[in-house]
Every structure is written in C-alpha cells, then in structure tokens.
C-alpha cells in the first residue's frame, strides 16, 4: 500500500503546512490512520487529482483557529478583554426636535 507523501517547503511553511499528503482514495481506505495522524502529527492535506484538497486537523487545532477556546466565559470578562478598553467614546446625542407632520 502506498504511504502518503510528506509535504516540502521552508522553515516557515513547515510549521502551517499539513504534514502529510493523501489522494482521496487512499484516505477513504486508510480514514483510522488517517484520523490517527490528525490527532498526533498535526494537519493532512486531501487531494483529488492533484487540484482540489481539504485539510484534516483536530478538533483542539479547529477550536484555536474559531476562536472558541479564547472567547470570554462571561459579560465582564468579555468588557474586560475588549480590545476597546480605556478608549473614550462620545455617546451624547443630540436633541431631537421631531419633525412636522401635516394632518
């Protein structure tokens, strides 16, 4: 049985790059080492015909990307965390005359 291809590049594209690469027919095969290696070596890239790819990744490596595992647990913290914090805003308004309306 063929094993799927490492993927190759820089210093810098090695560290996002998925680490293994698999013909679609060959992961639909192989999906328990496929799922095995998402789980502990990190992202592998699907293809069919070399042109269309998906990437398998953990679900801990999803919710980082989402955002999930960051987001506030409650109101405060979300007003505490904001990024807006110690910003002064103007929040008067002004005074609204109405307007005049025939009857």
Same mark, same amino acid.
């Given at each position: 049985?063929p094993?799927p ?5 820089s ?8 680490k293994?690469?698999w013909?679609?027919q060959?992961?639909?095969? !192989?999906f &328990?080492? %496929? ?9 592998q890239?699907?293809?069919? =015909? @070399?042109? /269309?790819?998906v990437?398998m990744?953990?679900?801990e490596q999803?919710q980082?990307?989402?955002g999930?595992a960051?987001?506030p647990q409650n109101?405060?913290q979300?007003? !505490?965390? &904001?990024? %807006?914090?110690g910003?002064?805003l ?8 109405? =307007? @005049?309306? /025939?009857?």
């Amino acid at each position: 049985m063929p094993k799927p291809k490492t993927a190759t590049g820089s210093a810098r594209t090695r560290k996002t790059a998925p680490k293994s690469r698999w013909q679609l027919q060959t992961a639909k095969a !192989r999906f &328990s080492e %496929l799922f095995r290696r998402a789980r502990s070596e990190g992202p592998q890239l699907i293809t069919r =015909r @070399d042109k /269309e790819g998906v990437v398998m990744i953990s679900d801990e490596q999803y919710q980082r990307l989402v955002g999930k595992a960051h987001q506030p647990q409650n109101l405060l913290q979300f007003f !505490r965390e &904001s990024p %807006l914090v110690g910003i002064e805003l103007d929040l008067e308004r002004d005074k609204d005359e109405g =307007r @005049d309306i /025939e009857l």
